[in-house]
Each structure stands twice: as structure tokens, then as C-alpha cells.
């Protein structure tokens, strides 16, 4: 006999006779998510500049972690990352029992989007907001609310005319990701007070380590005091372990109870939890990085806005810089690997015309200048 364990009684529909399993409408819509290049053919040397890596790679004490961490291939690792959760709650000054850990913070915004969309429920992001929030949206089998960004900069105000009482979900990368531009804390605390209660604002902080603004907060105080506001945070960027595919957030306790719930039991793996503790506890690393960032996101603004171009101002690790039009984004992309500098694309996020440009060493950086000089010289007029 069989049971059935659904949470209500299946409709009595008769089903329609498919050829082939069928994937649900919203997935079929979605764009798979298309990654920085990662190669250019016939090119001396390479500098990957095309997916907000660090260039200064993880901290040796994390390398040794992981290396350590072979010992124990064997043994599953502790699903609920218990001593992984301690360090970073340690770090930031943080109640552990509301961090979540995830593979990456993507598979944490994918697990927001399954569990609080139904088919027919709306989520929103920004017009040129990171990529994932639709993919996740569009998997869960919700809709898709695009909004409008004033001066390529998330506009709280389109935000809130565009809730409905189908929004379920709101995402927003804070700094914003392909354009490196940021709201005031300000901003931010007025869209989580003005949301309806019932919405979820997702604070996607992957970035949050760069900024040096003092007017600049990751988000972590309005997700410790609102009952519907998620910060995630990822061991992708500033700590250098984007491979292990590392990330957490700080949820209300409802919201960390739900996660806890969907996530799959063993959803981190060991050799991430070593290296992500051993990373949270060396500050002089991260410091270094935001050092040497802060230095050369105005060595490079300066040097290329000098050239012609006009580059958005940016607090993360990179910088989008804008060229006459799609066809010149396009050939300057050509130009640049053919010197081994790979940038990224952004044509899928609406913005056909520019190229994100990932900070890199003092080498790759000085390259990318003398390359868009170049390029700028031979060409009419790099302006747009
Ligand atoms: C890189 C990035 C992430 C991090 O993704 P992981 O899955 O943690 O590697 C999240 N949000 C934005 C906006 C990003 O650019």
C-alpha cells in the first residue's frame, strides 16, 4: 500500500499524458548562469581578472587547514558546522545559533528563494542586480520582479512601489555586483523598516569586507533586530576560497530554523569548514587585501578616467568601466585577452557597453592601463 506523506491531500487532477519528465515552467525560463572566462588562447601569460577573485589567493594557515583536512576524507563532517559557526560568530560578535553555513553563499539564496516563494509569489531585484537572485526566484517557481536602478545604484524607493502582496522575497547586494556602486546604511535600515513585514530582505554582503566607507554596513545589526532581514556573507572573495565553496548568513531564528531544515544535512564539506575557521581567524590577511584594494580601485579609476573612460565608482574589488558601445566593449574584451587579461562580460546584465575588471596584483593592474591606453589610442574615440 502506499502512503502518501504530502502535507495536504493531491488534488484530483487528472494528469496530462507527457512524452518525458517535464521540468516546471520557471525553470525552463531560466538563462543558465554563464561564469567568467577563465582561458586565453596563445596569451604568455594569464591574468584572471573576470570573477572578483583576490589575486593574493587564501591564507597559508587556511592552505593548511585544508592539506590537513585530507586526513579525514572518510568521516562526514559535522552537518551542523558547529566550530565553524563559533569562529565566525567569535569574529563578528554574533549569537551562533543564527548562522547558517552553506556551499557558497549562492546555495543560501537559492534555499531562501524554495522556501519562501510558492508558485504565483514574487521576488525582487535590481535591474542590473547579481544574476543568481533570478535564477533562484525562477527555480523556486516564483516570478520575477525586475526594478529600475538610479545611476546604476539600487533605488530603495522602486524597491518599495514595486511590492505587492505577492512579494515574498527581496535581494539586494550591498555593494552591488556587476556594478561596484553601494547604499548608505541609511538606505538600507529606511528599506527595512518600510517593507511589509511579511517580505524577506535578503543583504547580500559578498563584497561587505572591501568597503572602507564609514557610512557602509554589511547589514549584520538590521539582520540581528528585524524579524525579516537576512545578511549572507561568502568565503568566496576577500578570504580566497572561492573553490571550497563556502558561505553563511545571520537570519532571525525563524529564518534559521527553516534553513536548517531544507538545507541538505551535510551541505558543507570538512576540508571548507577547516579552511573557512583558519581563514575568519587571520585578520592580518584580510587587512592586507582591503590595503592593497582600497590603493589601486583609485590608482585604476584615476589612471583610466585620465584615458577617456568613464569608469562607476566603485567599493568592492572591481570596477565596471564603460566604452562607447557594445560592439567596443567587445573589441577592447578581444584586445585585452590577447595580453592575457581576461575580464568578464556583462552584456547579461544589461550593460553590453562596459567590462568588469576584478582588482588585481600590482602587475595585472598596471597591464590593464597600459592596454586600455592603448587601446584607446588606436581606436576613434573610447568615450561613451
Ligand atoms: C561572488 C558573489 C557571491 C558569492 O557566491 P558564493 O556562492 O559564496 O561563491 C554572492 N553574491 C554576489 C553578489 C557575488 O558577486
Known sequence: MTQSFSASPAPDITPLPLSQPMPHAGVLAIDPYVPGKSSAPGAAK??????????????????????????????????????????????????????????????????????????????????????????????????????????????????????TLRTKIVFIANPNNPTGTYLPFSEVKRLATSLPSHVLLVLDAAYGEYVTRNDYSAGLELAATHENVIMTRTFSKIYGLAALRLGWCYAPAAVADALNRVRGPFNTSGPAIAAGIAAIKDQTHVDRAIAHNEAWLGKLTEALTQIGFTVTPSVANFLLVHFLDAATAQEADAFLTGRGLILRSVASYGLPHCLRLSIGLDEANQLVIDSLREFANKGANPRD
Open 46 to 163: 594569464i591574468h584572471k581578472l573576470s570573477s572578483n577573485e583576490t589575486p593574493f589567493g587564501p591564507s597559508p594557515a587556511a592552505q593548511q587547514a585544508f592539506i590537513d583536512s585530507a586526513k579525514k576524507l572518510s568521516l562526514y563532517p559535522d552537518g551542523t558546522a558547529t566550530a565553524l559557526r563559533s569562529a565566525i560568530a567569535a569574529h563578528h560578535g554574533l549569537d551562533p545559533a543564527r548562522i547558517v553555513c552553506g556551499a557558497g553563499s549562492d546555495e543560501l539564496l537559492s534555499l531562501l528563494a524554495t522556501i519562501y516563494l510558492a508558485p504565483g509569489d514574487e521576488g525582487i531585484f535590481t535591474e542590473h542586480g547579481f544574476l543568481v537572485y533570478k535564477i533562484a526566484i525562477l527555480a523556486a517557481g516564483g516570478t520575477p520582479v525586475v526594478v529600475p536602478e538610479k545611476n546604476l545604484t539600487t533605488d530603495i524607493d522602486a524597491i518599495l512601489a514595486a511590492v
